[in-house]
């Protein structure tokens, strides 16, 4: 940390800063993450998705030293952690609560982690009112922490963490407290803070939005596990497990026998819909296995006539609820007396008023082969 | 006609004045008329002869009653300075560690706040007189003794006031400061003791004015030459209530009452920033 860093020269590379191995950490008979092996690319923008209680926290703390792994290892930069106590590592956080220590000024908060490195006093000055200013706080300095907002005691909790230049920056749920309108601009924010850094960002939330949003690359985690590690645009349209599908965004998920499965397209048939579909899909499901289909609503065309095109997946069913949402209407459609209702959402073009089906109307629904996955667990 | 009194209207009803009026002069006759008569201008304190200040002057030129409030001041000053350590500490580890009979050993520290001082007097010459604590030392150190015993019944106080304000310590502040490369004692110093400073001076206080106006276990630990201001005053009644006992009485009155004054601000104070900080 010598020297000064080069704002956006350090690209989005290959190279792992972070690389996790079996790391587990139990608390007595409670396992809050179990056997996570992960790679965090030097320059990326990584979430750690998963509803409270997944572990996604407690695998944030473990990367800070707050907590100490049961098992498995950690390596930042090349460097083994295991024996680096937090106040030695190359990485700083943000706390969900901000943690912005409230008897001492601004300045004095984004000076201290440089102070306690025995930066001379106007050296850490210095570099603080530098990073205020980065985080659009220039001249905030002589103020105290119960003068500011929520949303001015994120930036200083920022600015205090960017100011020791970490090789990573962990922020734990970093939007949760803000009201929406400024979560929203805040996401803009942050983004753009760490493609001006060229800091590797790291941060835990259990918001699918503001992950997929923000992040260059996801992880889902379920029970301590990770669930699957993608883009946020592989994560949606390509889900691996139920879990993942059913977490982000909506979905219909279709419990079936897979019936053949060869040359890229599998072939399911299921109580819920009256014909086989077909979906193309490169990793093939043993026939006669149970799979699941994972249909986004918003991909499923309704119509009142069959489409004229014989290669689509073609239903029929009856309007049996409309939900308005505004942009958008979601109808749910009854394909079989006894099974769960299949989401459609439909952008409302037109006004509202001119609504093209109502309760009660016969529908077809229809999608294409590449539209959907199926699924194995 | 006057209007109907209200379901709030508390203090319209003269049953409630009276008993406040009542509880008022239970509270404070007895000490009003101990400061009046320190003014009196009578070897006795029966009839009122006229106002006087000849009796402070009197307490103040009489060098045993200065010697014992020095030695009360003294014995007040350094048992208050260890019980805010020591309370500090324990109130700190209990709150931070987790540790086989922890519930059992709380509720130990906290048992001589209720034992009767009687018991805690008889206790502690026992103790002292069992284990030979010499007492022929020179000043300060012929207090160690009473400083001892002050700091067994007032540091629990201590511990209490400072464990009740841990309990609103959001640990993120600590491992905020760790995370910025704190050590751990830099981290106390830097965020735990500034959070906990209104406790300290609150349960500081709280320890000096419990040990300035003890009479019970330093009646029991004292010996001939450290007399102690109470201690003092209490030979000086068996002989006659003369003003001069009023006049220096009142003086601790007053210390007492600006030291118990200044404590409550402070705890008001800190109240309030806790909420602000919450709202």
């Known amino acids: 940390m010598s020297t000064e860093q080069e704002v956006g020269e350090t690209p989005v590379g290959e190279t792992p800063i972070i690389e996790i191995a079996g790391l587990s950490k139990h608390y007595g008979s409670v396992t809050a993450v179990d056997d996570v092996d992960l790679t965090i690319r030097r320059g990326e923008f990584f979430a750690l998705l998963g509803p409270s209680g997944c572990g996604k926290t407690t695998l944030l703390r473990m990367l800070a030293g707050l907590e100490l792994p049961t098992a498995g290892t950690i390596r930042i930069d090349g460097q083994d952690m295991s024996a680096v106590p937090a106040n030695r590592r190359p990485v700083n956080m943000v706390f969900q609560s901000y943690a912005v220590f409230p008897h001492m000024t601004v300045r004095d908060n984004v000076a201290y982690g440089l102070k306690v490195d025995g930066v001379p006093r106007q050296e850490a000055y210095r570099r603080a009112e530098e990073a205020l200013e980065l985080v659009k706080l220039g001249g905030y300095g002589p103020r105290r922490p119960d003068q500011l907002s929520g949303g001015q ?41 760490q493609e001006s850094v060229g800091i590797t960002f790291v941060v835990v939330t259990h918001d699918q939005d503001e992950a997929l949003s923000m992040a260059s690359r996801i992880a889902v985690m379920d029970h301590g596990r990770v669930q699957q590690t993608a883009p946020p645009a592989e994560l949606y349209e390509f889900p691996r497990t139920k879990f993942v599908a059913d977490f982000i965004g909506s979905v219909n998920l279709i419990e079936g026998t897979v019936e053949a499965s060869d040359d890229g397209l599998v072939r399911l048939s299921a109580p819920a819909l009256q014909v086989p579909v077909e979906i193309e899909q490169a990793s093939g499901l043993p026939a006669g ?66 609504r093209p089906f109502t309760w009660g109307d016969r529908v077809h629904l229809s999608w294409a082969p590449t539209c959907g996955v199926v699924l194995a667990q | 006609m006057a209007t109907p009194i209200g379901p709030l209207d508390y203090t319209r009803r003269l049953w409630v004045r009276l008993t406040l009026l009542v509880v008022f002069v239970f509270l404070y006759a007895p000490i009003a008329t101990l400061i009046a008569f320190s003014f009196n201008d009578s070897r006795r304190n029966i009839v009122w002869n006229g106002f006087t200040l000849k009796y402070y002057e009197k307490a103040l030129g009489n ?20 019980s805010i350590v020591l309370g500090a500490l324990v109130a700190v580890l209990l709150w931070r560690f987790r540790f086989p009979g922890k519930a059992g050993y709380e509720g130990v520290v906290a048992l001589p706040i209720v034992i009767p001082e009687i018991c805690m007097g008889v206790a502690m010459l026992a103790f002292f007189s069992r284990i030979g604590w010499p007492s022929d030392m020179v000043w300060p150190f012929n207090l160690s003794a009473i ?34 490369g704190a050590t751990e004692w830099q981290v106390f110093r830097d965020v735990m003791i500034p959070f906990l400073r209104p406790g300290l001076v609150a349960g500081g206080m709280l320890a000096f004015t419990l040990s300035l106006d003890d009479f019970v276990i330093t009646f029991f ?32 009155i007053v210390v007492t009452v600006v030291m118990t004054a200044a404590a409550l601000w402070m705890q008001h104070r800190a109240g309030m920033k806790a909420e602000e900080a919450a709202g």
Do not use: C
């Open chain 1, 153 to 193: 005691r994120q930036r200083v909790a920022l600015a205090r963490a960017l100011v020791k230049r970490p090789k990573v920056l962990l922020l734990d749920e970093p939007l949760s407290a803000l009201d929406a309108k400024l979560r929203e601009q805040m996401r803009f924010e942050l983004v753009n803070l």
């Open chain 1, 289 to 354: 296995s149970t799979g699941w289909l994972a249909l986004r609503p918003e991909k499923v065309d309704i119509s009142r006539e069959p489409p004229d095109d014989a290669g689509r997946n073609t239903v029929a069913g009856t309007v049996e609820e409309i939900t308005y949402l505004g942009d958008v209407s979601i109808f749910h459609v009854r394909l079989t007396a006894d099974q769960p209702l299949i989401k459609v959402t439909i952008a409302n073009l037109d006004r509202v008023t001119r």
């Open chain 2, 63 to 82: 060098e045993g009653l200065i010697e014992a409030f020095a030695n009360s001041l003294t014995i007040a000053v350094l048992s208050t300075l260890v």
């Open chain 2, 147 to 180: 400083i001892i015993a002050h700091v067994s019944f007032s540091f629990p106080f201590v511990a209490v006031v400072v464990r009740a304000r841990l309990e609103g310590f959001n640990r993120e502040l600590a491992e905020a400061a760790q995370d910025l």
């Open chain 2, 221 to 252: 630990t004292s010996g001939p030459n450290t007399v102690t201001f109470p201690v003092k005053v209490y030979s000086m009644v068996r002989f006659s209530v003369t003003p001069e006992v009023n006049a220096a009485s009142t003086v601790l």
